[in-house]
């Protein structure tokens, strides 16, 4: 099947039936999925799949239906149904396409790898193995699995709209697992660690990804709980990205208009550290998050969200940017089954100068927080409290492992108060920070 | 052959197309072509798994109906299982060709030489109805649903001048679900959903905040004559109000006693999880091997029930066709038994409990809750209350999450109150409740006599995938939680009560 081709009928279709305007975001991938499992092959998962999603302006009225039927009666249906759901909402003059975007140039952004499709499953089974392998070597209390894993897939992006615009892109990933389990004296920890690129060649070894691995689960291994202080938070990469993720809902246009977010009304202040710089980049090389358009049709960009601690911009699809009377950041995130709604691309905090070395040193007491659970920031009063664990931190030293904690504060303090940014910011995900240091935070335990 | 199943079942206008692609592709020809083919490598057993699913959203911000939506999804997934291994493959085009492509994919998984079997005769059973829907939300007219939502907004506007946005949305969606396998049964489900949610969002000064509620379950749209859009924005407005005059949470551990509904969560995530048959076959739960022992105190019965009508964890049968019932977690205090699927069962050696479940035909099944539950005990919820002299009352809850190995848990209390006294007395917020899940249950001293399910908005995630299902919980005392929060030493920023 020609997928632009079918994107142009179905919005002939759409046109055909009373809509004003329309798009489709049409998608079509592969996955597939592969674990081991001590030492054992234990899932093998295959597909292809494929759907598409129409949205329909007549009278500024918008309707939507996704299907996955490519069929020429589905999609007559599916046009039809969009059509017909928009007669049912109201009317809505910041409802529609955006302009016809003239100077649109697709940019390379090196997010397919060919190499990945031809992957044998031997060659992701033998990863696996070797993750598992090198896991259980590695330690003795390595004593139990909860899997290795290769995932990958492919997928074709199409966007059609009725200003006769037809862009596209292919997109590529593999990630590898592994979740070690470590036990003594009864009690058991879990650990995981992963690597999840664009390109095969980026990877990280089965070997470094089956220790990393190991070393998070066994470290973890006769964990206390504190007792509740003020203490200074060393956030790592993984867990600084709770931060990051509930600014993120906090710089969301259409939050924001609504005044429900934290950060209503605070554009151009310094509302973090000098030492915070949070970046949206639609156009990283290689980047998880990449693309080179958005789920409107329009071409992505690079933009500072905090410069120097200074807030400098807010995320905007059309509608949400026509209503607050600015214009789109091309932050329409859309997938064959959903609406457009803001999102972010590769959003992350710019390295600083501090070598994690330095970072623990420069603590007297407290808490290098390596796990997170839980989903407790609230965007509306920038509230921030987490089930916690991690290692404790003694006159700069890594001392002992707890658990059973919980950290607490709030958003707008979190980023004030940040005051040393690590120089090992690495992309291994959409959300992306370096290791970063909060001076003070209350770290509840036992008493 | 799928008439057969279906045939006390009346088939929901828009399942209409879904069920006749069915009855074309699933005949019992084809049942055994495909079953057969996923043998032909080996492996014990075979499934295929079908399913044709609509859903219907609309939603309003302020005085606009902002969009409404309808998306329809269709797949047919195939399962060989080998020992412990599995093998799946799905495919989104209803023909045969694809379907025998999908089988061979799932076939890989098994290295043997294949079965040689005769062929399987398929025998229908009858779809099992637990739950009557009265009106099937997909005959209700669009403008109908778009006038609840604008009861919804009215009520919270007029509810109090402080509410300055409400935001609603309605969403409902049937699905049919077919499983034919090698061990010889087709079986069906037909499956409804709706679901009502209202934010509103209050101000005063420089404060605020935001109020949320919703509900639903297997139900269609007789739902609201109870559960009126006047009532769940009245419920959002209080919560967005009461969150206004809150104070921080003092932290530490301390008595906590859960109200009765949403805080059965706890239930889910302390012990719920911990006792998948998956993380117990495979010895990485800390419950693992441990039926008999005494994990929880005296006053502790905890069910998983997916047969109870109306609620939104419940279901006819399970996406392996296995018939839910009701199965016994913890009885007084003992640990009973575990949720299982057939591949944890058949090499565990036990029964499968009807708790195989999966998100979509994307996904093969695993061990999940339906909707769990601890039984009543015989304490009034005043009396409970009463017997705190200082502690947290944890009303309602927002998201948890655990840890299987280590037991810990943690989850968020969205609406609490310090209990000085044995008096409620002032509203908080920022609170997490954190511990383990053993240690927990064993410090539960007292247990109300008002057990309650929650309003029918619960998702549980697991290994990425995402089923709906309810938790109950009566009034419950906790002789210690640790609670996480923001304020040290409460005793400083208490104000004396009068």
């Not at chain 1, 509302?271 to 980047?287: E, M, Q, R, W, Y």
């Not at chain 2, 977690?329 to 057939?342: A, M, V």
């Given at each position: 099947?020609?997928?632009?081709?079918?994107?142009r009928?179905?919005?002939?279709?759409?046109?055909?039936?009373?809509?004003?305007?329309a798009?489709?975001?049409?998608?079509?991938?592969?996955?597939?999925?592969?674990?081991?499992?001590?030492?054992?092959v234990?899932?093998?998962?295959?597909?292809?799949?494929?759907?598409y999603?129409?949205?329909?302006?007549?009278?500024?009225?918008?309707?939507f239906?996704?299907?996955?039927?490519?069929?020429?009666?589905?999609?007559?249906?599916?046009?039809r149904?969009?059509?017909?759901?928009?007669?049912?909402?109201?009317s809505?003059?910041?409802?529609?396409?955006?302009?016809?975007?003239?100077n649109?140039?697709?940019a390379?952004l090196?997010?397919?790898?060919?190499?990945?499709?031809?992957?044998?499953?031997e060659w992701?089974i033998?990863?696996?193995l070797t993750?598992?392998?090198?896991?259980?070597?590695?330690?003795k209390?390595?004593?139990?699995?909860?899997?290795?894993?290769?995932?990958?897939?492919?997928?074709?992006?199409?966007l059609?709209?009725?200003?006769?615009q037809?862009?596209?892109?292919k997109?590529s990933?593999?990630?590898?697992?592994?979740?070690?389990?470590?036990?003594?004296?009864?009690k058991?920890?879990?650990g995981?660690?992963y690597?999840?690129?664009?390109h095969?060649?980026d990877?990280d070894?089965?070997?470094?990804?089956?220790?990393?691995?190991?070393?998070?689960?066994?470290?973890?291994?006769?964990?206390?709980?504190?007792?509740t202080?003020?203490?200074?938070?060393?956030?790592?990469?993984?867990?600084?990205?709770?931060?990051?993720?509930?600014?993120?809902?906090?710089?969301?246009?259409?939050?924001?208009?609504?005044?429900?977010?934290?950060?209503?009304?605070?554009?151009?202040?310094?509302?973090?550290?000098?030492?915070?710089?949070?970046?949206?980049d639609?156009t990283?090389?290689k980047?998880?998050a990449?693309?080179?358009?958005?789920?409107?049709?329009l071409?992505?960009?690079?933009?500072?969200?905090?410069?120097?601690?200074?807030l400098?911009?807010y995320?905007y699809?059309?509608?949400?940017?026509?209503?607050?009377?600015?214009v789109?950041t091309?932050?329409?995130?859309?997938d064959?089954?959903?609406?457009?709604?803001?999102?972010?691309?590769?959003f992350?905090?710019?390295?600083?100068d501090?070598?994690?070395?330095?970072?623990?040193?420069?603590?007297?007491?407290?808490?290098?927080?390596?796990?997170l659970?839980?989903?407790g920031?609230?965007?509306v009063?920038?509230?921030?409290s987490?089930?916690?664990?991690g290692?404790?931190?003694?006159?700069?030293?890594?001392a002992?492992?707890?658990?059973?904690?919980?950290?607490?504060?709030?958003?707008?303090?979190i980023?004030?108060n940040i005051?040393?940014?690590?120089?090992?910011?690495?992309f291994q995900?959409?959300v992306?920070?370096?290791?970063?240091?909060?001076?003070?935070?209350?770290?509840?335990?036992?008493? | 052959m799928?008439?057969?199943?279906?045939?006390?079942t009346k088939?929901a206008?828009?399942m209409?197309?879904?069920?006749?692609?069915?009855?074309?592709?699933l005949?019992?020809?084809?049942?055994d072509?495909?079953?057969?083919?996923a043998?032909?490598?080996?492996?014990?057993?075979?499934?295929?798994?079908?399913?044709?699913?609509?859903?219907?959203?609309?939603?309003?911000?302020?005085?606009?109906?902002?969009q409404?939506q309808a998306?329809?999804?269709?797949?047919?997934?195939?399962?060989?299982?080998?020992?412990?291994?599995t093998?799946?493959?799905?495919?989104?085009?209803f023909?045969?060709?694809?379907l025998?492509k999908?089988?061979?994919?799932?076939?890989?998984?098994?290295?043997?030489?294949?079965?040689?079997?005769?062929?399987?005769?398929i025998?229908?059973?009858?779809?099992?109805n637990?739950?009557?829907?009265?009106?099937?939300?997909?005959e209700?007219?669009v403008?109908?649903?778009?006038?609840?939502?604008?009861?919804?907004?009215?009520?919270?506007?007029?509810?109090?001048?402080?509410?300055?946005?409400?935001?609603?949305s309605?969403?409902?969606?049937?699905?049919?679900v077919?499983v034919?396998?090698?061990?010889?049964?087709?079986?069906?489900?037909?499956r409804?959903?709706?679901?009502?949610?209202?934010?509103?969002?209050a101000?005063?000064?420089?404060?605020r905040?935001?109020?949320?509620?919703?509900?639903g379950?297997?139900?269609?749209?007789?739902?609201?004559?109870k559960?009126?859009?006047?009532?769940?924005?009245?419920?959002?407005?209080?919560q967005?109000?009461?969150?206004?005059?809150?104070?921080e949470?003092?932290?530490?551990p301390?008595?906590?006693v859960?109200?009765?509904?949403?805080?059965?969560?706890?239930?889910h995530?302390a012990?719920g999880h911990?006792?998948?048959?998956d993380?117990?076959r495979?010895?990485?739960s800390?419950?693992s091997?441990?039926?008999?022992e005494?994990?929880?105190?005296?006053l502790?019965?905890?069910?998983?029930?997916?047969?109870?009508?109306?609620?939104?964890?419940?279901?006819?049968?399970?996406d392996?066709?296995?018939?839910?019932q009701?199965?016994?977690?913890?009885?007084?205090?003992i640990?009973?038994?575990?949720?299982t699927?057939?591949?944890?069962?058949?090499?565990?050696?036990?029964?499968p409990?009807?708790?195989?479940r999966?998100?979509?035909?994307?996904?093969?099944?695993?061990?999940?809750?339906?909707?769990?539950?601890?039984?009543?005990?015989?304490?009034?919820?005043?009396?409970?209350?009463?017997?705190?002299?200082?502690?947290?009352?944890a009303?309602?809850?927002?998201?948890?999450?655990?840890?299987?190995?280590?037991?810990?848990?943690?989850?968020?209390?969205?609406?609490g109150?310090?209990i000085?006294d044995?008096?409620?007395?002032?509203?908080?917020?920022?609170?997490?409740?954190?511990g383990?899940?053993?240690e927990?249950?064993?410090?539960v001293?007292?247990?109300?006599?008002?057990?309650?399910?929650?309003?029918?908005?619960?998702?549980?995630?697991k290994?990425?995938?995402?089923?709906?299902?309810?938790?109950?919980?009566?009034?419950?005392k906790?002789?210690e939680?640790v609670?996480?929060?923001?304020?040290i030493?409460?005793d400083?920023?208490?104000?004396?009560?009068?």
């Amino acid at each position: 099947m020609d997928i632009e081709q079918f994107g142009r009928e179905i919005i002939k279709e759409a046109l055909a039936s009373g809509a004003e305007e329309a798009d489709v975001l049409i998608q079509s991938g592969r996955e597939s999925e592969i674990s081991t499992r001590m030492k054992q092959v234990e899932n093998i998962k295959e597909a292809t799949s494929e759907g598409y999603g129409i949205r329909a302006f007549k009278n500024k009225q918008l309707g939507f239906c996704f299907s996955s039927d490519f069929s020429s009666m589905g999609l007559k249906e599916a046009a039809r149904q969009a059509v017909d759901l928009s007669r049912e909402t109201t009317s809505d003059q910041f409802n529609g396409l955006p302009e016809s975007e003239k100077n649109f140039v697709p940019a390379n952004l090196d997010i397919f790898d060919p190499a990945i499709g031809e992957l044998s499953t031997e060659w992701k089974i033998d990863s696996c193995l070797t993750m598992e392998r090198t896991m259980f070597d590695f330690d003795k209390r390595i004593t139990n699995s909860e899997g290795a894993g290769f995932y990958d897939g492919e997928t074709t992006t199409v966007l059609v709209n009725s200003h006769g615009q037809t862009h596209s892109y292919k997109s590529s990933y593999c990630y590898l697992v592994c979740k070690p389990v470590a036990a003594e004296d009864g009690k058991l920890q879990g650990g995981w660690w992963y690597s999840y690129k664009r390109h095969l060649d980026d990877l990280d070894s089965p070997e470094n990804i089956g220790r990393i691995a190991a070393e998070r689960a066994v470290r973890m291994l006769g964990a206390k709980t504190p007792g509740t202080a003020r203490v200074p938070v060393v956030f790592d990469q993984i867990t600084g990205t709770a931060v990051l993720g509930g600014l993120l809902a906090a710089v969301d246009g259409d939050a924001v208009f609504k005044k429900a977010t934290c950060l209503t009304d605070k554009l151009g202040q310094d509302i973090a550290s000098p030492l915070v710089t949070l970046i949206d980049d639609g156009t990283l090389k290689k980047g998880l998050a990449s693309s080179p358009f958005d789920g409107e049709g329009l071409q992505t960009g690079r933009r500072e969200i905090i410069s120097r601690g200074n807030l400098k911009s807010y995320l905007y699809d059309v509608y949400t940017a026509r209503k607050a009377g600015t214009v789109s950041t091309a932050n329409a995130q859309r997938d064959n089954s959903s609406l457009p709604s803001i999102g972010s691309y590769n959003f992350y905090m710019q390295s600083g100068d501090s070598d994690f070395e330095r970072i623990i040193e420069s603590v007297e007491s407290g808490l290098y927080l390596t796990g997170l659970m839980g989903s407790g920031t609230n965007p509306v009063t920038g509230d921030f409290s987490l089930g916690a664990s991690g290692i404790w931190i003694e006159k700069g030293k890594l001392a002992y492992p707890v658990e059973g904690v919980t950290v607490a504060s709030n958003l707008l303090e979190i980023l004030k108060n940040i005051d040393m940014v690590g120089n090992d910011l690495e992309f291994q995900g959409p959300v992306s920070c370096p290791t970063f240091r909060v001076a003070e935070m209350t770290v509840s335990g036992t008493v | 052959m799928i008439k057969q199943v279906f045939s006390d079942t009346k088939i929901a206008k828009t399942m209409k197309s879904g069920f006749e692609s069915f009855e074309n592709i699933l005949t019992s020809s084809n049942i055994d072509r495909l079953l057969s083919t996923a043998l032909e490598r080996g492996g014990q057993f075979a499934e295929i798994y079908a399913e044709y699913s609509v859903i219907n959203g609309i939603s309003l911000e302020e005085n606009k109906i902002r969009q409404a939506q309808a998306g329809i999804s269709m797949g047919l997934g195939i399962r060989v299982i080998d020992g412990e291994k599995t093998g799946y493959a799905y495919s989104e085009r209803f023909e045969m060709d694809d379907l025998v492509k999908a089988a061979k994919t799932a076939s890989f998984i098994a290295s043997g030489s294949g079965n040689i079997r005769g062929e399987i005769n398929i025998t229908p059973l009858a779809a099992r109805n637990l739950t009557t829907i009265e009106i099937m939300p997909d005959e209700v007219a669009v403008s109908e649903k778009a006038n609840l939502l604008r009861r919804a907004r009215e009520t919270a506007h007029n509810k109090d001048k402080r509410i300055y946005q409400v935001q609603a949305s309605i969403w409902d969606g049937v699905k049919i679900v077919v499983v034919a396998n090698s061990d010889g049964f087709l079986a069906g489900d037909q499956r409804t959903m709706t679901r009502f949610n209202v934010s509103a969002y209050a101000i005063e000064g420089n404060n605020r905040q935001a109020g949320r509620y919703g509900g639903g379950g297997r139900v269609g749209f007789e739902h609201f004559s109870k559960n009126s859009p006047e009532y769940y924005a009245e419920e959002a407005v209080r919560q967005a109000l009461i969150l206004l005059s809150a104070k921080e949470a003092p932290a530490g551990p301390q008595a906590v006693v859960l109200g009765n509904g949403w805080a059965g969560i706890l239930l889910h995530e302390a012990i719920g999880h911990g006792l998948e048959a998956d993380f117990n076959r495979k010895g990485t739960s800390l419950y693992s091997g441990r039926v008999g022992e005494k994990t929880a105190s005296d006053l502790c019965t905890v069910v998983d029930d997916g047969t109870i009508p109306g609620l939104r964890g419940s279901i006819n049968i399970d996406d392996e066709g296995t018939e839910s019932q009701r199965n016994v977690l913890i009885e007084k205090g003992i640990l009973r038994g575990y949720l299982t699927d057939r591949l944890n069962s058949k090499l565990m050696g036990s029964k499968p409990t009807g708790s195989g479940r999966r998100e979509s035909y994307r996904h093969y099944p695993m061990p999940r809750m339906t909707n769990t539950f601890m039984l009543p005990g015989n304490h009034e919820p005043d009396e409970i209350i009463k017997s705190v002299k200082k502690g947290l009352y944890a009303k309602s809850f927002g998201g948890g999450e655990v840890d299987i190995s280590n037991g810990q848990f943690v989850f968020q209390v969205t609406e609490g109150y310090a209990i000085e006294d044995g008096k409620i007395t002032y509203p908080v917020k920022g609170a997490n409740l954190i511990g383990s899940g053993p240690e927990v249950l064993k410090k539960v001293v007292m247990v109300g006599n008002d057990l309650k399910f929650d309003s029918g908005v619960g998702t549980c995630g697991k290994d990425g995938q995402s089923v709906p299902v309810g938790v109950g919980i009566p009034t419950c005392k906790v002789s210690e939680i640790v609670v996480g929060g923001t304020e040290i030493g409460g005793d400083s920023m208490m104000g004396k009560g009068a």
